[in-house]
């Protein structure tokens, strides 16, 4: 049996609710919230002191009031750090989440989560083994989280440190073995860019039980078809999107 989430995954905010609030906060949690969306994907980045922080890039620059490398970074710097640049005066103070942190935000609110771990140039299983502490120490998170990363072999540490924990391969688009990485991952679902998808690819999945979610569609029209195929969710910047299209409508209650 593989390890899999409680919950399907239907409507999932990306990097939280990140149209209408800055990307990986504790606001982008908070507006998910507000639009009645239970589920956010969010990026694990670490310092370079092993911190892992809710972070998507290499560097600071595109999201914070910093700049330079995220791992020249260490816990202590964090408070002077704000990562709501270019979202306005209310946002000025929006802090930089530690993982630990933004893991019981979720956990107090009944969120689901996916997790994408993002290595960057750390050593392979680095950032798995800062997460898999970290959700140890949380039960809920072993059926309200699901794991995945582009990086296969860290995902492969990740899964040798957590039997149980519910993992998502990867990719932009699947390679052609893909069902064989799945399967030495013990992984319950598969995550593409959307314009990847195609009807044989969901078919085969749907056929050996996987799950399928399709990162990062804002066009709710373009996925119509693949949704009355059994697609499993759609990882959006902007839930309201499919909540207001009458063909999402049953995907959007909660
Ligand atoms: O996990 C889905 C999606 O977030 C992957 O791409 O670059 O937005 O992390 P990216
Ligand atoms: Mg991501």
């Not at 507006?31 to 969306?37: F, T």
């Not at 640049?85 to 969120?111: K, N, W």
Request: proline fraction near 7%.
């Amino acid at each position: 049996m593989r390890p899999n989430v409680d919950d399907p995954g239907r409507l999932i905010a990306h990097r939280g609710a990140s149209r209408a609030a800055p990307e990986n906060t504790l606001s982008a949690v908070a507006a998910a919230a507000a639009q009645g969306v239970w589920w956010i994907e969010f990026d694990v980045s670490l310092l370079g002191d092993g911190t892992p922080v809710i972070h998507h890039d290499e560097t600071l620059d595109r999201c914070t009031t910093w700049t330079g490398s995220i791992a020249s970074l260490e816990a202590g710097d964090l408070p002077g750090i704000f990562a709501g640049r270019g979202h306005g005066p209310a946002f000025a103070s929006e802090p930089l989440p530690t993982l630990d942190q933004m893991l019981d935000l979720l956990g107090s609110l009944d969120f689901h989560a996916n997790l994408e771990i993002k290595r960057h140039d750390q050593p392979l299983g680095a950032v798995s083994e800062k997460v898999a502490k970290a959700l140890v120490a949380r039960p809920w998170t072993q059926r309200g989280i699901i794991v995945s990363s582009f990086d296969l072999d860290e995902l492969a540490a990740l899964r040798r440190l957590m039997p149980n924990q519910p993992i998502a391969g990867l990719w932009t688009r699947p390679p052609p073995d893909w069902r064989a990485h799945l399967d030495a991952l013990n992984a319950a679902a598969l995550h593409l860019n959307f314009r990847e998808i195609s009807r044989s690819l969901l078919a085969e999945a749907a056929s050996f039980g996987f799950d399928v979610r399709v990162y990062t569609i804002n066009e709710p029209r373009v996925m119509v078809a693949f949704r009355e195929l059994g697609l499993t969710g759609v990882i959006t910047d902007h839930p309201p999107l499919f909540q207001e299209d009458q063909d999402w409508a049953d995907w959007s209650e909660s």
